[in-house]
C-alpha cells in the first residue's frame, strides 16, 4: 500500500517559454524547460459573448473547430500547447470554462488523460452537444487502424484492462473500473508500478506494507475507463511462486455504490521453473508477447487475456488464471537504479526480478490508434463533423459554417497532396520512420512511411545492451539516416538521443499531438512535419 502520486496539472495558467535558435538547441532549451509549462493560447470562455462557447481538449481540435466557426465562435482548449494530452490533468481554470461552453469536441478513442473526460463530462451544462470527433467522424469516411504495440520485447508484457462497455450498467465514458489487489502470498515483495513521463513513479499494487480493507484498497487499486487497458512494470524481489488476488468493480458514477465484477488470484513464477507451481499440474505458461489482468464488465469476470505469439488484438485469447501461470524468468533480473525515487525497489545496485512497462508514460489506451489526424483526409472528416455540430447549435450562421468549412476543406485537400508529394520524394528505402511515440501510425499508412520503431525505454532501469543492440542492429540493418523526436517528449528520449549520437544520425522534430509557438496550427503542423521527413530522409548527411 502506498499513496499514488499524480502528475502535475492543476494551478493557474502559466506562460508559453519562448525558444530561439535552430532545433538543436531548441531540442536542448526543451530538456531544461519545457517540462515545466505547457503553453496555450489565453482565451477564457464567458455568459457574455454572443458568440457560440467552444469547448475542446486539445489544441488541435481547437484550431480545427476556430477555422470552421470564424467570427461567430469563441474557443478554447483544455490541454495546453506544449502538453501530452495522455497525462495532462485539467486546473479549476479548465473546468469554469467547461462551465460556460455551448459545443464541446473531444477526440476520445482514450487519447485523452482520464481526468480531461471527465472534467469535460461532469461539468457540461445539460444538452450541450459533446462530441467526440474520433468515433463520429467514421461516419464522415474516416479511416481508423489498429493501434500498434512493441511486441520485441524478450519477456512478457504485462498491464492491467478493462473489456467491454458496461452499458447494461449504464456506464458511460466517464465511469470508472477499479482493479484492487486485496492480497499478495510469495517469498518476496511485489509491486507493480507505472513511471509517468518525467521518471516519478506511481503505484498500482505494493506488497511491502500490505493491503488495507479499511479504506477499501484504496492505495492498491488501478482506476480505467471502460473498453481500455494500460502498462506498468511488474517487480519481485526474490524468486519463487507469488499468487496475487484481484477484486474488480464497476463505478458508474463518484457518488454510486461500485458494482461488484468478481475477483480472481494470479499465478506468477518468478525466476523458477513455471512448471512446478503447486497446484498448478498442466497448467499453461505465458512467457511471452502482451497479457493484460483483465476485468471484463458484460461478463463480470476477471482472467487473463493475451497473445502469447505477439500478434495483436486478432490473436488475443482468454486465459483461466485458475489453470494459467505468467513466468517472470532469471533473464528479467535488472538491478536498482541509483535514482532515489525507486528505493522502493531496494538499494541501489540490489537485483529485482522485473517484467518492464514498455511503454513510458501513464498511457492508458484502447486497441484504436486514436491520432486520426496524422492523415490530412481523417482531418477532412473532422471537419465536417464540426460543420455539422455548429450548424444544429447555431442555425441562424449555418452559411457561414458551411463556407468556412468549404474553405477549410479545399485547403486541406491541398495540404494533403502537398504532404503524398512531398513524401514520394523519399527514396522508398529510405522511408523508415524511428521515433519516441507510438502516434503516426497514420501517417505512415497514408504517406507511404513504414515505422520501423517507436523507442519506448523505461527509465526506472537503465536500458539493457539487449535493447540498444536492437535499436542499432534495426538502424544499421535499414540504413536510416536520422530518428525523430517529438519536441514536447525531448526529455523523455535518451536512449534514442544517445544511439543517434553513436551512429552519427540527425535527430529531427517531427509533431504529435500538441502544437508549441513554432507550430501553431494543424496545417503548420503537417506541412512542418512533411518537410522535416523529406530533409532528414530524402538525401544522405
Known amino acids: 500500500m502506498r499513496t499514488q502520486m499524480s502528475p502535475v496539472g492543476a494551478g493557474a495558467p502559466r506562460a508559453c517559454p519562448r525558444r530561439a535558435g535552430p532545433w538543436r538547441l531548441v531540442l536542448v532549451f526543451t530538456l531544461l524547460v519545457g517540462v515545466l509549462a505547457g503553453c496555450r493560447t489565453e482565451v477564457a470562455l464567458t455568459a457574455h459573448d454572443q458568440r457560440v462557447q467552444i469547448i475542446t481538449t486539445t489544441g488541435i481540435l481547437r484550431d480545427l473547430a476556430t477555422r470552421v466557426g470564424g467570427d461567430r465562435v469563441r474557443v478554447s482548449s483544455l490541454v495546453p500547447d506544449g502538453a501530452d494530452p495522455h497525462s495532462y490533468e485539467p486546473s479549476l481554470r479548465d473546468v469554469r470554462n467547461v462551465v460556460y461552453a455551448d459545443v464541446a469536441f473531444s477526440n476520445y478513442l482514450l487519447l485523452e488523460e ?15 452537444p459533446n462530441i467526440s470527433l474520433a468515433e463520429g467522424a467514421v461516419k464522415y469516411a474516416a479511416e481508423i487502424i489498429p493501434l500498434v504495440e512493441d511486441a520485441s520485447l524478450d519477456t512478457i508484457w504485462l498491464g492491467m484492462r478493462v473489456r467491454g462497455t458496461g452499458a447494461a450498467h449504464g456506464a458511460t465514458r466517464s465511469s470508472d473500473v477499479l482493479l484492487a489487489a486485496t492480497a499478495a502470498h510469495g517469498p518476496g515483495d511485489l509491486v507493480a508500478y507505472l513511471t509517468e513521463s ?11 506494507d500490505g493491503f488495507d480493507p479499511a479504506n477499501g484498497y484504496r492505495d492498491d487499486t488501478a482506476r480505467l475507463p471502460p473498453d481500455a487497458h494500460t502498462h506498468m512494470s511488474w517487480a519481485f524481489t526474490k524468486p519463487g511462486i507469488y499468487r496475487l488476488t484481484i477484486r474488480a468493480q464497476l463505478a458508474l458514477t463518484p457518488q454510486a455504490s461500485p458494482v461488484p465484477l468478481g475477483e480472481q488470484t494470479f499465478t506468477f513464477a518468478v525466476g523458477v521453473d513455471p512448471y512446478s507451481a503447486p497446484r498448478m499440474s498442466g497448467a499453461t505458461v505465458l512467457n511471452s508477447g502482451h497479457a493484460d489482468l483483465t476485468a471484463d464488465i ?5 482472467y487473463l487475456f493475451a497473445d502469447p505469439a505477439g500478434g495483436g488484438e486478432a490473436d488475443q485469447q482468454v486465459y483461466d488464471p485458475a489453470r494459467t501461470v505468467i513466468e517472470v524468468p532469471s533473464k528479467a533480473l535488472r538491478e536498482v537504479p541509483g535514482d532515489r525515487r525507486f528505493r522502493f525497489l531496494g538499494r541501489p545496485g540490489a537485483r529485482v526480478y522485473q517484467l518492464p512497462q514498455a511503454v513510458l508514460g501513464k498511457h492508458v489506451h484502447g486497441e484504436i490508434d486514436p491520432h486520426l489526424w496524422q492523415n490530412v483526409r481523417n482531418a477532412v472528416a473532422y471537419v465536417e463533423l464540426i460543420r455539422d455540430t455548429l450548424v444544429g447549435v447555431d442555425p441562424s450562421g449555418a452559411a457561414t459554417y458551411r463556407a468556412n468549412a468549404a474553405a477549410y476543406v479545399a485547403e486541406l485537400e491541398r495540404l494533403d497532396r502537398y504532404v503524398r508529394d512531398l513524401v514520394a520524394r523519399i527514396p522508398p528505402s529510405r522511408r523508415h520512420l524511428v521515433t519516441t511515440h507510438d502516434a503516426f501510425g497514420y501517417l505512415g499508412q497514408a504517406y507511404g512511411i513504414q515505422i520501423s520503431g517507436f523507442v519506448t525505454p523505461n527509465p526506472a532501469t537503465e536500458p539493457s545492451l539487449a535493447d540498444r543492440r536492437r535499436l542499432t542492429e534495426t538502424i544499421r540493418n535499414l540504413d536510416i539516416p536520422a530518428v525523430f523526436l517529438e519536441p514536447n517528449l525531448a526529455a523523455r528520449s535518451a536512449t534514442l538521443s544517445e544511439v543517434a549520437r553513436e551512429e552519427r544520425l540527425r535527430v529531427c522534430p517531427i509533431y504529435g499531438d500538441t502544437f508549441d509557438e513554432h507550430v501553431t496550427t494543424y496545417v503548420d503542423m503537417m506541412r512542418f512535419n512533411a518537410e522535416s521527413l523529406h530533409d532528414c530522409l530524402a538525401t544522405p548527411q
Open 198 to 208: 518525467f521518471g516519478n513513479p506511481s503505484f498500482y499494487v505494493d506488497s511491502t
Open 114 to 128: 482520464q481526468a480531461v473526460i471527465k472534467a469535460l463530462d461532469a461539468n457540461l451544462r445539460a444538452g450541450v
Open 298 to 302: 458484460d461478463e463480470g469476470r476477471l
